[in-house]
């Protein structure tokens, strides 16, 4: 795989300050495939620099210009969308097709989305006797996770440079390859030098300086929960505005009304894709105890076919995470109807499609976050109790509800504790906002919402 031996900073790719690498490994034979370089304080520092320098001729650049550089972006990520989603095949495992259809696609539809809202925003609005302008907030320090390499990058730097923010980008050690091709995309994009950098590194050491450095003025992240609470504390002590898109547990509701085949069917799909390494997938399925039984028939069999369709996991750790929780859900008396701990081949972080029947919302696998291929079947009494349920975690990042008629499923939705809710399986759309309730988050990505997180007021009176 094309890996580049530097960092991508103020228009250029430059040697990193220290010896350092880490070794991208493919998740299906566990072969390294490439290196990047490890970047320290020193290289977070050097892009902070570029990024503040750059700051304020791209702020002052007309927001025409900016969307015709988002343009060109989302352009050159089309052109390179073979070799994109090769390279996300070979660090994150996913199946070529997958990362056609889902991990090229998206960000390119993100992409194109900020584009056209950079042409159309209002960044100026009369107020009775004042007019408000809508300013970039500065230097974006943007902290990214694997599990969607590309989409979480461009969620992020899109509506940065569309706002007229400058961005260093520190993406997740175990996908820097797709990172890199992005760098130089937005250098084929024409992106004027320093308005997007780019430092491959360590969470806790390239991570961590960037989330501290005095010269960024909104820490965006994504990731879990325990490191978005350490950095917000970071950030909170410095006074800085914070964005987190952190972890989820949604629960996928099935009113007794429903097309249960098709809800079922809809629901292991969502959880098995991309193996399970989604924040917003409906881990926990709620159903009806007099539709219970059929419901676990119905995804014990719709779980098994994909067994041999998903990926791995994204490396070693995760694959034993998941395995951890599969036995600590056994130990805690759930009933296995498919899948397991054992590993189902011998190379690859690979786990088996599992489904557990019998949780109830106490068990760990209830309430924590797996990250893997996993779907909890919750029995519930009535609608009360599928809302007390379906709430009854630290988390609120998404959901799902099937019902009979929209109305009812509507009117359940709105009692849901959680940022997003699908219903009759609604599809993605990437205007609407994104983002969570209670530990899953704080701030929203995606459309005019996501663009907002990037601004900041400033009132005229006259
Ligand atoms: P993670 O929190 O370990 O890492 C995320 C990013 O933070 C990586 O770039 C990592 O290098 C960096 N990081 C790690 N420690 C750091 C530190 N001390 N200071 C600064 N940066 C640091 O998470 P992960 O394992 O990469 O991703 C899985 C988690 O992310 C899951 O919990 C998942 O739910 C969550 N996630 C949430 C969303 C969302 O939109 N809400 C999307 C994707 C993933």
């Known amino acids: 795989m094309k890996a580049q031996n530097g960092m991508y900073i103020d228009g250029a790719w430059r040697p990193a300050a220290g010896t350092g690498y880490i070794d991208v490994v493919n998740p299906v034979d566990e072969q390294v495939i490439g290196r990047v370089p490890a970047g320290t304080a020193e290289d977070v520092d050097a892009a902070v620099r570029a990024a503040r320098a750059a700051l304020p001729s791209w702020a002052a650049t007309p927001p025409a210009e900016r969307a015709a550089r988002l343009a060109a972006l989302r352009d050159a990520l089309t052109a390179r969308k073979d070799e994109i989603a090769g390279t996300v095949t070979a660090e994150l495992g996913s199946p070529l097709p997958f990362s056609q259809a889902v991990h090229v696609s998206m960000p390119i539809a993100v992409a194109a989305s900020y584009a056209e809202l950079a042409a159309t925003h209002l960044f100026e609005e009369q107020v009775g006797n004042s007019t408000v302008l809508q300013e970039p907030v500065g ?18 730097v899109a509506p940065a440079l569309a706002a007229g923010c400058t961005v260093v980008l520190k993406p997740a050690e175990d996908t820097p390859l797709t990172a890199q091709l992005f760098a130089e995309a937005v250098h084929e994009a024409g992106v004027p030098a320093g308005v997007f950098n780019l430092v491959t590194g360590l969470g806790p050491v390239a991570g961590q300086a960037l989330a501290e450095h005095p010269g960024v003025d909104l820490v965006s992240f994504t990731g879990s929960t325990a490191v978005g609470r350490s950095i917000a504390a970071t ?77 791995p996991v994204v490396n070693a750790k995760q694959r034993e995470r998941v395995r951890g929780y599969i036995a600590q859900g056994v130990a805690e008396g759930a009933r ?19 489904v557990f029947a019998d949780v109830t919302p106490e068990m760990t696998i209830a309430q924590e976050e797996i990250f893997g291929p996993v779907l909890s079947l919750l ?46 399986g609604g599809r993605f759309n990437p205007l609407a906002p994104f983002g969570g309730y209670k530990q899953s988050g704080v701030g929203r990505e995606l459309g005019a919402h996501g663009l907002a997180e990037y601004l900041q007021t400033k009132s005229l009176q006259f």
């Open 139 to 156: 230097v974006v320090g943007a902290i990214t996770p694997w599990n969607y390499p590309l989409h979480q990058i461009v969620a992020k």
């Open 235 to 311: 950030a909170g002590a410095a006074i800085k505005t914070v964005a987190l898109e952190l972890g989820g547990k949604s629960a996928n509701v099935i009113l007794p009304s429903a097309d249960l085949a098709r809800a079922v069917h809809v629901g292991v799909a969502n959880v098995m894709s991309n193996s399970g390494q989604t924040c917003s997938a409906w881990t926990r399925m709620l159903v009806h105890r007099e539709r219970y039984d059929e419901a676990v028939a119905l995804a014990a069999t719709a779980a098994a076919k994909y067994g041999e369709r998903i990926g």
């Open 336 to 354: 296995l109807v498919a899948g397991g701990p054992e590993a189902p081949r011998e190379r690859g972080y690979y786990i088996s499609p599992t």
């Open 379 to 424: 029995p519930y009494e009535d609608e009360e109790d599928a809302l007390r349920i379906a709430n009854g975690t630290v988390y609120g990042l998404a959901g799902a509800v099937w019902a009979g008629e929209v109305a009812e499923a509507v009117a359940f939705a709105r009692r849901m504790d959680t940022g997003q809710v699908d219903i009759n």
